[in-house]
């Protein structure tokens, strides 16, 4: 991974900003929705303190019985169809069946469905009623309670009869229809207003269970109250919805309607909202479907103030992009609860203010980072191209085997003047490479000093030998004194060679370059060469068209001489040379590949050095191998701009040498 990635993944570590912003803006907004519910709780606490002071709402006392408003006329005829839109809030009648309350101006009306598969009929007039299937109704007024008993033999009206004594107020016979199913039967009638009745009671026999006959399960009265209604508008704080519930949930009074309309703000879109309640609101209740304008509400928040413990709960609104905050109290004194105030309030502010916070801090954090990553980027991309510089400089320093000379701008190492690491790094590098130079030159001119050092001792010792020749010795003394002339004679061409290599680089120096078809040098050479290697095989691959180049074929061919040479040292007797040629994109290239022992990894970057040989040591009579060879191959392909190589063959038979030439620079004439 290079260093502008690896800082685009440290400028990676700004994204903690807006994380650290949203946990901000989600404490902020937590902050704010709790402030607001505990002043929604003060009002409601203050408003049900009032509702207890003023008396508005009366002590409960037990169990009872909600009387519902009635959504339309109720026709009284023993069937459910008027009763559908209050079936979902029926009260139960113990495991019998459930019960129905309505109200209307012309009075109260009763319905009772009981679950009964096996019946036993009888009138209510009939002596035997009480033994079969009945209901027993209990009706209270202020001056008292009356039981009645309605059964009937089949289908259709009847009439109750009265078990108790006359109480002013209360009827002696009660009208009400009976009708029956596969699953038992309903009873129905109405209960005229003037009756002013407070409580009521309904108790189910079923004859093939057996149990009481005469018991009733009565209850006082609860229904909603215009008149509590009016006095808690006159308590609640604007734009809030209050409603009085019984402790079992029952409606008692209302005031005000939620106000969901959009605010001076505008309203959020969905896609606002999706944020709000993903990234933010996570503590909102779902918006239940039964909140509104229905007679028992059954929620979390009533449930808890029901036992006496005030709380505040934040659920969705019904339109897009709202919250509602719902509080609700106990109504009571002295630790007894009589009923829950529920404030309701409706609230677009607080998703606006949220949302706009977080698009803010969206907005500065995606600017802080893309300012950010640009600064690193281009720190990145320049730290990159000075760094880059600095291998290309090192590279080109060790193609040319350490020597500066020529490569850099101005004969210096580049940014040696930077202040920074980089600065310092480069001055290192050139130091070094300064030394690496002056080894390099001395190697380099080692060969020509050491020949012209080595012939006058040599002459020396040649000299004194010749004088021993004439001189007396003794028999014994001549083969030292002839391998002392054959240790001389092989000086002598150690010299020679050393003196020829550096004739060489000033011939290779020197060279003249002419236009050539490099296919006629290769062809020549290889011509030649056949006579030359004995029972070997050379193959020679040539381009089809042309191959041009501004070039000192004479070098060529003694480069390639020398690669001969190196090749046939390590070829098999019956082995195999290939010498090609073939055009690249800035010249040409000529290799000769060998079947032989493969290179060792080591040794292939010096092969091209002086005096470096991978053959064996000679045996006595021999021509010594000094590794000025290749080294003359480097020199002119280096003459020639271009590089020599060595390399294995993909295959393993083998190992082959290239001459990479880009040609000669031209020169221009004088005028």
């Not at 009635?70 to 019960?99: E, F």
């Not at 005030?310 to 659920?315: L, Q």
């Not at 905050?325 to 998703?351: N, T």
């Not at 310092?424 to 050139?430: G, I, K, V």
Request: with cysteine.
């Amino acid at each position: 991974m290079n260093l502008r990635r690896k800082l685009l993944l440290v400028a990676l570590c700004t994204l903690a900003l807006p994380v650290a912003g949203w946990l901000y803006v989600r404490q902020m907004e937590a902050l704010l929705r709790d402030g607001q519910a505990q002043a929604l709780l003060a009002s409601a606490g203050a408003v049900a303190r009032s509702l207890v002071v003023t008396g508005a709402v009366q002590p409960e006392s037990g169990r009872a019985w909600y009387v519902q408003q009635t959504p339309g006329p109720i026709t009284v005829d023993g069937y459910g169809d008027d009763w559908a839109p209050l079936t979902p809030w029926s009260q139960s009648l113990d495991q019998h069946g459930k019960l129905l309350l309505a109200a209307d101006d012309d009075g109260l009306y009763l319905y009772a469905v009981v679950r009964n598969t096996r019946r036993v009929r009888a009138d209510a007039d009939d002596a035997n009623a009480l033994a079969a299937d009945h209901l027993i109704l209990t009706l209270g007024n202020a001056h008292g309670q009356r039981r009645y008993l309605l059964a009937s033999a089949a289908p259709g009206p009847l009439t109750a009869q009265p078990l108790d004594p006359a109480v002013d107020g209360l009827p002696d016979l009660l009208a009400a229809q009976w009708q029956e199913d596969g699953s038992g039967y309903q009873v129905e009638l109405r209960l005229p207003a003037t009756l002013h009745l407070r409580a009521l009671g309904v108790g189910v026999y079923d004859a093939s269970t057996g149990g009481d006959r005469m018991a009733s399960d009565t209850r006082a009265l609860l229904s909603y109250s215009g008149k509590l209604s009016g006095e808690l508008a006159q308590l609640v704080p604007d734009r809030v919805q209050a409603r009085v519930l019984a402790s079992q949930g029952w409606l008692l009074a209302r005031s005000g309607r939620l106000n969901t309309a959009p605010g001076a703000d505008g309203q959020p879109g969905w896609f606002a909202s999706l944020i709000y309640r993903s990234l933010l609101a996570t503590r909102l209740e779902d918006a239940s479907p039964w909140s509104q304008d229905v007679p028992r509400l059954d929620t979390t928040e009533v449930r808890e103030a029901s036992i006496g413990k005030p709380i505040a709960v934040w659920r969705s609104g019904e339109e897009r992009g709202s919250v509602v905050l719902a509080a609700a109290v106990p109504i009571g004194r002295a630790g007894k609860v009589d009923g829950v105030l529920l404030l309701e309030q409706a609230s677009r502010s607080v998703p606006l203010l949220a949302n706009k916070a977080l698009l803010g801090l969206l907005l500065t954090s995606f600017g802080v980072l893309l300012v950010a990553g640009g600064i690193l980027l281009a720190f990145a991309t320049r730290l990159s191209l000075r760094l880059g510089r600095l291998r290309n400089a090192a590279e080109r320093a060790q193609l040319n085997d350490g020597r500066l000379d020529g490569l850099f701008e101005q004969g210096r190492f580049p940014m040696i003047d930077a202040p920074d690491e980089i600065g310092d790094l480069a001055r290192s590098f050139e130091r070094l490479f300064e030394v690496v130079d002056g080894y390099t030159d001395y190697l380099r001119t080692l060969a020509s000093k050491l020949s012209h050092e080595l012939n006058t001792p040599l002459a020396i010792v040649k000299s004194s030998l010749d004088n021993l020749e004439h001189a007396a010795l003794p028999t014994e003394a001549q083969p030292y004194l002839a391998r002392a002339r054959d240790g001389v004679a092989r000086l002598g061409a150690l010299v020679r060679a050393m003196s020829e290599s550096s004739r060489m680089e000033r011939s290779i120096t020197a060279a003249e370059p002419e236009d050539v078809d490099l296919r006629d040098v290769v062809r020549g050479c290889a011509d030649a060469y056949r006579a030359l290697i004995g029972t070997r095989r050379l193959d020679c691959v040539l381009p089809d068209a042309p191959l041009r180049l501004h070039c000192a074929p004479e070098l060529i061919a003694q480069a390639l001489d020398k690669l001969l040479d190196n090749a046939l040292s390590f070829t098999p007797e019956h082995g195999w040379l290939r010498l090609s040629l073939s055009a690249v994109t800035d010249g040409a290239e000529i290799e000769l590949a060998n079947q032989g022992p493969l290179l060792p990894e080591a040794m292939q970057g010096r092969l091209f050095d002086s005096l470096v040989s991978l053959r064996d040591k000679a045996t006595p009579g021999d021509a010594p191998h000094l590794g000025l060879g290749l080294y003359v191959v480097r020199l002119v392909a280096e003459r020639h701009g271009g590089v020599a190589s060595a390399r294995n063959l993909d295959d393993g038979s083998g190992v082959a040498f290239s001459l990479r030439l880009r040609g000669m620079p031209r020169q221009r004439l004088s005028g």
